[in-house]
């Protein structure tokens, strides 16, 4: 920092108190994309097992 001066530091502090607001909002969202990635990944599982099916058949 340049200058450690009261108006400076509350500047810092109000920016510091956006930064944090933001993140947790954003913690919900991350939060729930990374269970929608967890049940997406379960699904996968699944599909090789289509797709054995589907080439036998077609064999």
């Known amino acids: 920092m340049m200058s450690n001066s009261p108006d400076k530091r509350s500047e810092w502090r ?4 956006i930064q944090a607001r933001v993140a947790v909002l954003f913690v919900p969202v ?4 990374l269970l929608i990635a967890a049940l997406a990944g379960n699904d996968r599982k ?5 797709d054995r ?3 036998g058949s077609v064999r």
């Open 14 to 17: 109000a920016i510091l108190h």
């Open 30 to 33: 991350v939060a729930s994309l």
């Open 46 to 50: 699944s599909v090789p097992d289509v």
């Open 53 to 55: 099916t589907i080439t």
